[in-house]
């Protein structure tokens, strides 16, 4: 995998991580192919693609947010690594809280 389509596949990764808050649908498996950003291989840039294409074709599945009086969203995001030092894993979790007012 060439330089340009690395430094795309990261972006890609970035911008799917954010729209995980109004897709909670994509969480896991962004989560999986966040994972291997460090060093993306083609199966990486081939699975995003397959995510942007569910994203395309399901849009009634997203969560629409809007300005309420009466509500107030708060959004935290927590991540560390989990496992030995030879095995660690990511953990990345974000928290939605939804208070009425």
């Known amino acids: 995998m060439d330089l340009y389509?690395?430094?795309?596949?990261?972006?890609?990764?970035?911008?799917?991580?954010?729209?995980?808050?109004?897709?909670p649908d994509i969480?896991?498996?962004?989560?999986?192919v966040s994972q291997f950003m460090?060093?993306?291989?083609?199966v990486h840039w081939k699975a995003a693609l397959r995510i942007?294409?569910?994203?395309?074709?399901?849009?009634?599945k997203a969560l629409l947010y809007k300005k309420n009086e009466h509500l107030r969203i708060e959004a935290f995001s927590y991540s560390s690594y989990v496992g030995d030092r030879r095995d660690r894993s990511p953990l990345l979790s974000i928290v939605l809280?939804?208070?009425e007012i």
């Open 5 to 23: 389509l690395r430094m795309l596949l990261r972006r890609l990764g970035g911008k799917l991580i954010y729209l995980t808050i109004t897709r």
């Open 38 to 42: 460090h060093k993306p291989m083609e």
């Open 27 to 32: 969480t896991y498996v962004v989560g999986l």
């Open 52 to 60: 942007l294409t569910y994203i395309k074709g399901s849009p009634e």
């Open 97 to 99: 809280m939804l208070e």
